[in-house]
């Protein structure tokens, strides 16, 4: 190995190459599998096809999140389509023998809450998951990222995909955040900075100031939303904040093996002088609550802005101003004070302790609109679990909120909790996509501090005002 | 095993000069509950194409029968959004075997490949010139040639070369698969397990 200056993420990457493909892709080998009910079916069917089985079975760890109902998960899942899924889950699991926290399950939850709490992610793994969000896992400095289908099938079946190696860029926030400004309002800007195209083709290193700073969470919530500007991952290098995070959870190391695993996180950084293919650097003191007024996670802006005309915006007029018909909104408008009908904090975004904290810092001693319907809903049961431990459950009761159960939820809306059509939802998730929270729902993505004074209020509002 | 080889096709096109289609219009979440790859196509574009009612949308070019074609034409950043490979399947199972834009998300791009339709990146001219092209004549053909990595305007001859690596370019050809390639260097890979 020579000595030059490398970065965190060619140290990881490099070191997870097991055949070099001239004129082609890198056969990848991957240590930890994450596995859901709706992107698994297919691939477990593709190797009863070709008849082969699963190399690795303790590398893969399966949970049920994506179409799980959220209220009443000890009734059978009406939906018989979603049952077939969870099922098929169950019995591929059990056949090949993966571990399997199903519905039930003291350990459920959305896929990438359950992975980091209990320990399963870890610095340096490399971590895939048939879901885009994948990217959450590198908070870590992990290379994490979301495979299709086909690639499930592959990680199955010989623990590698095929990988092209993607450019480095690194994105550095300086200085200090402002009051009510949250890790999510780090990620839209940036976002918003870069459009939702700006990172494809690069995995993102996140520096400076501002991630050093943050909680385990938040950075989670940051990296989680890598692939809102195309990137395929985002990483932030391990440091005391992760060891502590990581260190006593349930599947982490122990023992000698902590101390053996310790001493090689902490060779887990981009060296001085490593170069990247792009830099970027961001002030932090230019960044203020965040909301999206469009069809895509790159149309936000400061809470405090007006909607920008199409001709200050790059790409195609036209679909800028089909988003905006879509949004029924206009150019030039202000976002504050706009009705709203929805609020939903969760998803693998938001749905961590903190961002419950968050939520109910501001819904203390308060009362939720009348009109507004809201659904608070866990990451996980272990983060259910601390939100009743912490007295914040008892805050959202009396403030008109109800605690529902873990899943995915509205994030994507493939169970019931779907907004209806025409509606408007401030949601803590990650996309605004066209109908993505149920056909026709329109979308305003914020963090739970802006979804908290939203739900109070029932209109759009800077959180700024009740801190 | 997986897929039909590619070489040559030409054929009309569908134009959908939209930005930014993101895999969530591609294929909705609320069809992903099959447990197969099939029968995804019906539910292609489903609520660009469809009204709440299920009744088709006049105005959305899959309900157009003007336009036709194995090939899509979309705006830049085409597939971007979620890992769901179903939206790959859906344009596969509609009968697509092409899509043809300025920029591709990267998840998409891979799932494409992987399930054997063909996703070829031209310069934003050469996206406009398609348009243009298909816009004067709604049956205009376009060639795209895998071997030479060439895809061609036949009306105007108007040609552009894209880019695909060689390992990919040859499984499409041959219809061999990246399943079949680990499986055979299942050895390597245990070892390489063992040492890490």
Redo the contacts between chains.
């Keep these: 190995m020579s000595n030059s200056p490398t970065t965190l993420f060619d140290k990881v990457w490099d070191s997870h190459v097991?055949?070099k493909?001239?004129?082609?892709?890198d056969?990848f080998?991957i240590d930890r599998h994450f596995i859901h009910e709706?992107?698994s079916?297919?691939a477990f069917?593709?190797l009863e096809t070709?008849g082969?089985g699963v190399?690795?079975p303790e590398r893969t760890f399966a949970t049920a999140d994506?179409?799980t109902p959220t209220i009443n998960q000890h009734l059978p899942v009406e939906?018989p389509?979603?049952a077939?899924?969870l099922l098929?889950l169950e019995k591929n699991t059990a056949k090949y023998g993966i571990s399997h926290w199903g519905l039930g399950n003291p350990k459920n939850g959305i896929v990438h809450v359950v992975g980091p709490e209990n320990g399963i992610t870890l610095p340096g793994m490399t971590i895939v998951c048939?879901?885009?969000h994948?990217s959450t896992h590198g908070a870590f400095g992990a290379i994490a990222f979301?495979?299709?289908?086909?690639?499930v099938?592959?990680v199955l079946?010989?623990?590698?995909?095929?990988q092209?190696k993607?450019k480095k860029m690194r994105i550095n926030v300086n200085g200090a955040l402002g009051k009510g400004v949250t890790p999510k309002d780090v990620a839209l800007y940036i976002i918003s900075k870069l459009t939702?195209?700006g990172a494809?083709?690069y995995f993102v290193e996140y520096a400076g100031d501002v991630f050093e700073k943050m909680s385990m969470e938040g950075r989670m919530t940051v990296c989680n939303l890598s692939?809102e500007m195309?990137a395929?991952g985002g990483m932030i290098a391990p440091d005391q904040t992760t060891f502590d995070y990581i260190e006593g959870r349930e599947l982490a190391p122990k023992g000698a093996d902590w101390d053996k695993q310790l001493a090689y996180w902490k060779t887990l950084k981009t060296d001085s002088g490593a170069t990247f293919d792009e830099e970027i650097t961001f002030l932090a003191s230019d960044i203020e609550p965040m909301i999206t007024y469009g069809t895509?996670p790159g149309m936000g802006m400061g809470i405090s802005k007006q909607i920008p005309n199409a001709d200050d915006v790059e790409?195609?007029v036209?679909?800028y101003e089909?988003s905006l018909e879509y949004m029924g909104f206009a150019q030039n408008d202000s976002m504050i004070g706009k009705k709203v009908d929805y609020v939903f904090i969760g998803s693998c975004t938001n749905g961590r302790i903190e961002d419950f904290r968050a939520f109910a810092s501001i819904v203390k001693g308060r009362k939720k609109a009348e009109h507004v319907t809201a659904w608070v809903v866990p990451g996980s049961h272990i983060v259910e679990a601390q939100i009743r431990e912490e007295g914040i459950y008892d805050i959202l009761t009396e403030a008109g909120f109800a605690l529902r159960q873990p899943g995915c939820s509205a994030c994507?809306?493939?169970n019931d909790d779907k907004i209806p059509?025409g509606k408007y939802a401030v949601s803590t998730s990650n996309?605004n996509?066209?109908?993505?929270q149920g056909?026709?729902s329109r979308t305003l993505l914020a963090s739970p501090l802006v979804a908290a004074a939203a739900a109070i209020t029932g209109v759009v509002t800077d959180p700024r005002e009740f801190l | 095993?997986?897929y039909d080889s590619f070489n040559v096709l030409k054929s009309s096109a569908v134009p959908l000069?939209?930005?930014?289609v993101?895999t969530?219009?591609i294929i909705?979440?609320?069809f992903?509950?099959?447990?197969?790859?099939t029968g995804f196509g019906d539910n292609l574009f489903r609520?660009w194409r469809y009204d709440?009612n299920d009744a088709p949308k006049a105005d959305f070019v899959l309900n157009n029968p003007t336009y036709s074609g194995k090939i899509l034409v979309g705006?830049?950043?085409f597939g971007?959004?979620?890992?769901?490979?179903?939206a790959?399947w859906a344009i596969y199972d509609y009968g697509f075997r092409c899509v043809v834009s300025s920029?591709?998300?990267?998840?998409f791009r891979?799932?494409a490949i992987?399930?054997g339709v063909l996703p070829v990146q031209v310069s934003p001219e050469f996206l406009h010139q398609i348009f243009t092209a298909i816009e004067a004549d709604p049956k205009a053909e376009l060639e795209v040639s895998l071997p030479e990595q060439t895809i061609t305007i036949v009306a105007t001859g108007a040609s552009e070369k894209f880019a695909i690596?060689?390992?990919?370019k040859n499984n499409l050809l041959n219809g061999f698969?990246?399943?079949d390639?680990?499986?055979a260097?299942?050895l390597?890979?245990?070892t390489?397990?063992e040492n890490?």
């Design positions: 097991v055949r493909i001239a004129d082609g892709p056969v080998f709706v992107t079916p297919v069917l593709g070709r082969i190399l690795f994506h179409n939906d389509l979603s077939n899924q098929q048939g879901d885009s994948t979301g495979i299709g289908t086909s690639e099938e592959m079946s010989s623990q590698c995909i095929m092209p993607p939702t195209s494809t083709g692939i195309g395929r895509n790409g195609g036209s679909t089909k994507l809306a493939m059509a996309r996509f066209e109908g993505r056909p026709g | 095993m997986a000069p939209i930005e930014n993101d969530d219009q909705p979440a609320r992903l509950k099959a447990t197969e790859r609520d709440k705006g830049k950043n971007s959004g979620s890992s769901r490979e179903h790959a920029f591709f998300a990267d998840i891979g799932n992987n399930v690596n060689g390992y990919k698969d990246d399943i390639y680990l499986q260097m299942k390597e890979i245990s390489f397990a890490r």
